[in-house]
C-alpha cells in the first residue's frame, strides 16, 4: 500500500512538471517576473483592475502571428482601446470619418445611457417649484393645470432619446498613420466602419490574446484598456478635467476615482520635493 501511495504521488510530481514545461513554452521567461498586480483599490474599497503599458505590448506581439488580414485589424483594435479610453461599444462604432488625420484627432460617440437629459432635468426642477407652490395654495385650479401639463412632458420626454453626445481625443501621430494606411488596405469609405465585427467577437479576440500574453482571466476583456488609459494619463500629468472629457464622464467623481493611483506609490513625490 505505501508503495502504491508513493507511485502515486510520483506520478502526480510527475504530471505536474509536464504542466510547467509546457507553460514555460507558451510564455517567455521574462514574462513570469512577479509584479504587483494591476489593481486601483479606492477609498470605498472598490477594486478598479487595469492594463499597463508592458502587458499591451505582448498582447500585440501574440497578434502579430495571426493571418494579415486578421492580425492588422486585432492590433489596431487593441491599439484604438490603449489609445483613446474608449469603450468597446464605442470602437466598434468608429467608421473612418471619425478620425481627423490632419489634426491626429479621433470623434467619437458617448453611448452609454443616461437617465434623463437636460431637458427632462428642467421639467423636473419645474415640477418640484409647481409642487411647493401648490403646496401654499392647494386650491389654486391655474397651479394644477401647469402641474398636471408638466407631468405629461415628462412622461413624454422620457420616451424620447437623449440627444447623441460627442467627445474628441487626440492620437498620435503614429496612431493616425496607422489607422489612415489600415483604412487604404482595406479600401474604407467614409461612412465604413473600422471593425465590422460583434462586441462577442471584440470579446473574444482580446481574451484569447490576453490569455496568450499571461495576462490573468479577471483582465482579459476591452474595459481593462479604458482603465489602464485612465490610470496612464493620470501618472503622466493630465489634469482631472482633461481626462474627463476624454473619458466621456458625466461626473467628475467618477475621473477622480482614478487619481486615489498617485497614493499607492509616494517615494517619486518626495524625490521631486527640496528640502
Given at each position: ?54 502587458e ?27 489609445n ?40 423636473r ?32 420626454c ?29 479600401s ?24 496568450k ?23 503622466s ?32 513625490y ?6
Amino acid at each position: 500500500m505505501r508503495t502504491e501511495r508513493k507511485e502515486n504521488d510520483d506520478n502526480k510530481k510527475g504530471r505536474v512538471g509536464v504542466e510547467v514545461k509546457m507553460v514555460d513554452q507558451v510564455l517567455p521567461a521574462e514574462w513570469h517576473e512577479i509584479e504587483a498586480p494591476a489593481v486601483l483599490k479606492t477609498s470605498s474599497g472598490k477594486e478598479i483592475k487595469y492594463i499597463r503599458r508592458h502587458e499591451v505590448q505582448r498582447i500585440l506581439s501574440c497578434l502579430q502571428g495571426r493571418p494579415a488580414c486578421r492580425s492588422g485589424r486585432d492590433r489596431l483594435l487593441v491599439e484604438v482601446l490603449w489609445n483613446t479610453g474608449a469603450r468597446i461599444s464605442e470602437v466598434l462604432e468608429l467608421t473612418a470619418e471619425s478620425v481627423n488625420f490632419n489634426q491626429h484627432t479621433i470623434t467619437i460617440r458617448s453611448i452609454k445611457k443616461r437617465k434623463f437629459h437636460k431637458k427632462a432635468k428642467d421639467i423636473r426642477n419645474e415640477i418640484r417649484g409647481l409642487e411647493l407652490a401648490l403646496a401654499n395654495d392647494p386650491d389654486s385650479k391655474i397651479l394644477q393645470r401647469k402641474l398636471d401639463d408638466a407631468r405629461r412632458r415628462l412622461s413624454a420626454c422620457k420616451k424620447e432619446p437623449p440627444p447623441p453626445v460627442f467627445r474628441t481625443i487626440p492620437i498620435t501621430a503614429d496612431l493616425s498613420g496607422k489607422i489612415a494606411a489600415y483604412c487604404m488596405e482595406n479600401s474604407l469609405k467614409n461612412h465604413d466602419r473600422l471593425f465590422p465585427i460583434s462586441r462577442v467577437r471584440a470579446y473574444h479576440i482580446i481574451r484569447r490574446a490576453g490569455e496568450k500574453a499571461g495576462i490573468d482571466k479577471d483582465r482579459c476583456h476591452p474595459h481593462v484598456f479604458r482603465h489602464g488609459f485612465a490610470v496612464n494619463a493620470v501618472l503622466s500629468g493630465v489634469p482631472p478635467l482633461v481626462l474627463r472629457r476624454w473619458m466621456g464622464h458625466a461626473r467628475i467623481e467618477t475621473t477622480l476615482v482614478y487619481t486615489e493611483v498617485l497614493a499607492q506609490d509616494t517615494k517619486d513625490y518626495l524625490e521631486r520635493m527640496r528640502f
